[in-house]
């Protein structure tokens, strides 16, 4: 119902940048707010940030405050991650998600309908 294709991910030396998007489709209406979550290997799945479509409301995981922002362009049905200062630990795979109306929080995974195939990040020391 709600389509999503992440992209941007890549390589990059710790310091770096990247800037991932998120292209959502289909039923876009039904969608409220987005987010991006994060898992390396042998962790669980983490909260990294969200953004409401509405009223650009934004929320951060204390981990990336500072070095990452969140942004959307409503007319692209876009969302953007921008990461600056990327460190090693950042390294995961990055996806992003749709939350529907009245559906929860912005850092509960569980709240989040419609997922991503999701994008690799990898950032070297």
């Known amino acids: 119902q709600v389509q999503l294709v992440e992209s941007g991910g890549g390589l990059v030396q710790a310091g770096g940048s990247l800037r991932l998007s998120c292209a959502a489709s289909g039923r876009t209406f039904t969608s409220y707010a987005m987010g991006w979550f994060r898992q390396a290997p042998g962790k669980e799945r983490e909260f990294v940030s969200g953004i409401t479509w509405g009223s650009g409301s934004t929320d951060y995981a204390d981990s990336v405050k500072g070095r990452f922002t969140i942004s959307r362009d409503n007319a692209k049905n876009t969302v953007y991650l921008q990461m600056n200062s990327l460190k090693p630990e950042d390294t995961a795979v990055y996806y992003c998600?749709?939350?529907?109306?009245?559906?929860?929080?912005?850092?509960?995974?569980?709240?989040?309908?419609?997922w991503g195939q999701g994008t690799q990040v990898t950032v070297s020391s």
């Open positions: 998600a749709s939350r529907g109306y009245f559906s929860g929080t912005a850092v509960s995974a569980p709240d989040y309908d419609y």
